[in-house]
Nanobody, 121 residues
Framework: VQLQAFGGGSVQAGGSLRLSCAASGRTFSSYVMGWFRQAPGKEREFVGA????????TSAGSVKGRFTISRDNAKNTVYLQMNSLKPEDTAVYYCAASRSFTARRNEYIYWGHGTEVTVSS
């Protein structure tokens, strides 16, 4: 599975962005999809994940209530809707695919190139 994330950019605090991650191949619906982010000088951290059907999601406490993950299996695409953005959300955002519904980074098999999000105050 090849993944390509896009949709990043610069936004002011309080604004919104929607990231997309397009997957190649016919097995997209067989994978749990996750979003991670990495801020400068920090470890890559879990943002959220969505199960195979899209009926269940989980997210990190720092983004809960502000970020929403969804997927469209017909389009082989997963989305991250980010609202009420804060400067601390500034990071490179990555999408990834896993066989497990998990927040553990090492259980994600395939990774896309990141897309950068900058939130200014």
């Amino acid at each position: 599975v090849q993944l390509q994330a896009f949709g990043g950019g610069s936004v002011q605090a309080g604004g919104s962005l929607r990231l997309s991650c397009a997957a190649s191949g016919r097995t997209f619906s067989s994978y749990v999809m996750g979003w991670f982010r990495q801020a400068p000088g920090k470890e890559r951290e879990f943002v959220g994940a969505i199960n195979l059907s899209g009926g269940s999601t989980t997210s990190a406490g720092s983004v809960k209530g502000r970020f929403t993950i969804s997927r469209d299996n017909a389009k082989n695409t997963v989305y991250l809707q980010m609202n009420s953005l804060k400067p601390e959300d500034t990071a490179v955002y990555y999408c990834a695919a896993s066989r497990s519904f998990t927040a553990r980074r090492n259980e994600y098999i395939y990774w896309g190139h990141g897309t950068e999000v900058t939130v200014s105050s």
